[in-house]
């Protein structure tokens, strides 16, 4: 396809049947910081008359807000300092009553405020900190709201099985078959005896109430290392459920199989 660029007018070959705009990104951006998708009047009514934010405009005419504060000024639209008075008579959630009805007696969130009148949330947020409205804790939160979806709606609905990300190629009947081999019982009390029935993270001794666990470095899932003494270590249930948790940042106990046999474990 030939073209000239829409920008620089340079010559543009290329492969395809998509006849091309511009000769670079460059050009492209450079067309566009030049381009505004919003003219004057529908500028200022957004902004001055219904008192929406430049991140607002900015996410309906799919630009940066640099670019909308740019915009006013090159309209001569007189931008908003920081920390400007809140009026009634522009947005609903701009009144503190109204903000108050919605938010703390009907319970609301700041997000399906802030979607019914095209905003983000933390525009809602702001309104709420600066007309003294208290915001909710995480536990008032979760106790009015349900996070998860139920039904069809959740993504794991009726996924058993193969279909289900944390399946292991059943290897649960395998598992139970295991922990109740001489095999098992062996080389468990080996653990016990080399890490002397304390906690190798916490320090934590064996005592009436606590619970202890002989943890995989490399998962349960790779065979050949089930019943390898120094893929196994004594843990603490608290410590073993953290190894198992998202605070594990730095993986701790947790190796990948590949690292274990180049060690010859």
């Known amino acids: 396809m030939n073209a000239a660029c829409k920008w620089c007018g340079k010559a543009i070959v290329r492969r395809g049947t998509r006849r091309p705009v511009f000769c670079s990104l460059a ?144 290897i649960t009947p395998e598992r139970q078959a295991f922990y109740l081999s001489e095999e098992w019982r062996l080389v468990s009390q080996k653990v016990w005896k080399r890490d002397h029935a304390m906690c190798q993270r916490c320090g934590l001794k064996k005592a009436p109430g606590v619970q202890m666990h002989i943890h995989h470095k490399v998962s349960f899932a790779y065979a050949p290392l089930r019943a390898q003494l120094s893929n196994l270590v004594l843990l603490c249930e608290p410590c073993h459920d953290w190894v198992h948790s998202r605070r594990n940042h730095s993986r701790e106990w947790i190796e990948q199989q590949h690292s274990s046999v180049a060690a010859g474990t």
């Open 27 to 170: 050009c492209k951006g450079d067309w566009q910081k030049t381009t505004k998708p919003i003219s004057r009047e529908e500028l200022l009514d957004l902004y001055v008359e219904k008192g929406l934010s430049t991140y607002s405009i900015a996410k309906r005419v799919h630009r940066d807000p640099k670019r909308v504060y740019e915009w006013l000024v090159g309209y001569g639209i007189q931008p908003r300092p920081r920390g400007w008075s809140t009026a009634s008579d522009t947005q609903p959630f701009h009144s503190r009553s109204w903000l108050e009805r919605e938010y703390i007696a009907n319970l609301r969130s700041a997000k399906d405020i802030a979607d019914e009148f095209g905003v983000t949330e933390n525009n809602v947020l702001f309104f709420l900190r600066k007309l003294g409205i208290p915001t909710r804790s995480m536990e008032e939160i979760r106790a009015t709201k349900y996070w998860g979806a139920v039904g069809p709606d959740n993504p794991m609905y009726g996924r058993r099985g193969e279909q289900s990300p944390h399946w292991k190629g059943g």
